[in-house]
């Protein structure tokens, strides 16, 4: 177990806009930072780091915590396993307690345990490549051929996967590596004579995800049989999805950001050789029509995406594939296509890095302009090619979902197309509103389908009702008090009386109890805080181990807005000191939660006395308690009064 001296040391260190950095595009705001929530499709930037507090809060998605919360968030990762992660990027030395770990020592989850041979394996075919005769022989030898350094083969990873049957195999059982394990990575296969290895006789490219770990590998075959498939990728596993990686993009990032546009290309060789020649923005779908993950991924660091195809019909095809997706995520596309039999990997390595550039800026074109002029010439003057130009071009421009960009591509189209603009504005008007007609129509479905047979002749609710069903008024004064708390736990309330102590003892006074289970754990918090003479800072509790309590104390931490430093002074507007209304606003609180109280005795005592069956005397008595709880509401109008004393 990692101990509390590591786990402070960790806190005190990560900054918090540095790691969330890696996985949003973050903008400077005021004292904070904004950007576009990476759990949900969202154009209008919710997602906020408040470097102060080291919190995140994304009001998207409802997700909000600690950059530890984030990397748990972001990887799936358990606590301790994003812990070590940070540890290793801001090399810390983590120092251990003696109590182990036993959910992390005993690897149980099979992810990690993938994770872990995997990066095995890595080292494995690194050393068959550059420490074996036939790993120098061959697969070095083929990779100085294609022009690979060492520096690059070692900053990709690169290895070599003898001819043999179960190198790899005997290796790793002898490290106590499970075949279970080794299966559903992919790296060995199941056979009933015995298991072998996935890789043989190919040099291996190394798959990483977005944070480095290896998830699989891409073998390229050394022997030109037919039988023998050229390129080989690692099976679907727990952790490799080929839909939602990008070869590269590990090893990219920083270039990709820095540069605000991506280069994809189709294979892993291209992306090397064009890392090598000073291209370090190039990404691979590795044979994979691209997808909306795979956008995504990049739509993390760049709004831009230069596509490098070769110039066959394939090639475009594949091109046009991607590039609905890239519209409906509002991504910008350029298009590139090179010259006739070139591909990336040929073309920089007889041109260079500034000869590609160069190409680059005189050949690219934006992608669904090159979209229409591409297929207007291919249609040429026959009608009906022309009219289904005309509905592809359509059922682009229809994704596109802001208004003023969607209105100058059409303007644009309509232009290279000679088609007059209001036609097209037409077609994608009655395009989009069928769209939404079916969109609708699938919601209304799945809608009928939760709906209980019993409940249809339900009159339907109004927002009112809803709001108080889906938050009741013992919830939301519950949850003031929780505010009062958090925000000025520390703030004295009277002379040497805390906001803390002056609510913990009206609470107790009043025997007031909580009902919801989250503000009444963290109403214990501070109790117990209290009871040892120690004061809680709410800041400690945005790790705690439940989730829903953790989301709570970061909505209470985090507001979305803030003045800017010199708004008041410019618009001689002043807001009021909140420390000046910090009295009344606890005091305000307390009595509305005391009076809610007393208003659910009246009602429980109404009851009683309608349903009343005993004597006279029993039933004067009720009567006079009901006067003395309508005595004891109306003179909290006057306020609490004091009900702690100093310490």
Known sequence: ??????????????????????????????????????????????????????????????????????????????????????????????????????????????????????????????????????????????????????????????????????????????????????????????????????????????????????????????????????????????????????????????????????????????????????????????????????????KRLSNNITMLYDGDAAGIKAAFRGLDICLEEDINVNMLLLPESEDPDSFVKANGGQGFRDYVQEQSDDFLHFKAKYLKKEAGNNPSKRAEVLREVVQSLALIKDALKRSIYTKDCALILDMEEALLIDAINKLRRNAQRKKLGRQEAEAEKSVDPEETNIAKKSPQQEFIEAENIHDLLEKNVIRLLVEYGADEIEEDISVVQFVLATLEEQELEFQNPVYAAILQEYKTAFEKEELLDPKSLINHEDEKLRNCIVNFMHYPYELSENWEKKHEIYSTDRQVILRQDVKTSLQRFLQRKIETMIEELDQEIKNHSGTEEELIEQLKFKKELHKNWSELATGLGSVVTKR
């Not at 049957?165 to 004579?193: N, P, S």
């Open 1 to 298: 177990m990692i101990s509390k001296a590591s786990i402070d040391k960790i806190f005190n260190t990560a900054v918090i806009e540095e790691v969330v950095g890696d996985y949003v595009r973050l903008k400077k705001r005021g004292s904070g930072y904004v950007g576009l929530s990476p759990w949900t499709n969202e154009k209008t930037p919710s997602f906020h780091v408040s470097p102060a507090k080291n919190i995140f809060k994304d009001f998207s998605s409802g997700k909000g915590g600690s950059v530890v919360t984030f990397i748990m968030e972001m990887e799936g990762f358990s606590y301790p396993e994003a812990l070590r992660y940070l540890a290793k990027r801001y090399n810390i030395e983590l120092e251990e307690d003696t109590e182990p770990d036993e959910e992390y020592d005993k690897q149980q989850d099979l992810k990690a345990a993938i994770l872990i041979a995997n990066n095995f394996a890595c080292d494995y075919y690194k050393k068959q490549l550059f420490e074996t005769e036939e790993g120098k022989n061959i697969g070095l030898s083929y990779l100085k051929e294609r022009g690979f350094n060492d520096e690059t083969i070692k900053r990709f990873e690169l290895g070599y996967a003898a001819e043999g049957w179960d190198h790899l195999y005997k290796t790793m059982l002898k490290q106590q590596f499970k075949e279970e394990v080794l299966t559903k990575a992919g790296l060995v296969k199941e056979r009933e004579k015995g298991n072998i290895d996935f890789f043989r006789h190919r040099v291996l490219f190394t798959i990483h995800n977005y944070i480095g770990k290896v998830v699989g590998f891409g073998g390229r075959a050394l022997k030109t049989e037919k039988s023998i498939p050229k390129y080989l990728n690692t099976p679907e596993s727990e952790v490799y999805n080929k839909s939602k990686l990008l070869y590269g993009l590990f090893q990219a990032k920083q270039a990709i950001r820095k540069e605000d546009n991506c280069y994809m290309v189709e294979g892993y060789t291209d992306v090397v050789s064009l890392s090598q020649a000073g291209i370090e923005n190039v990404v691979a779908s590795a044979g994979t029509a691209l997808t909306v993950e795979q956008v995504r991924l990049i």
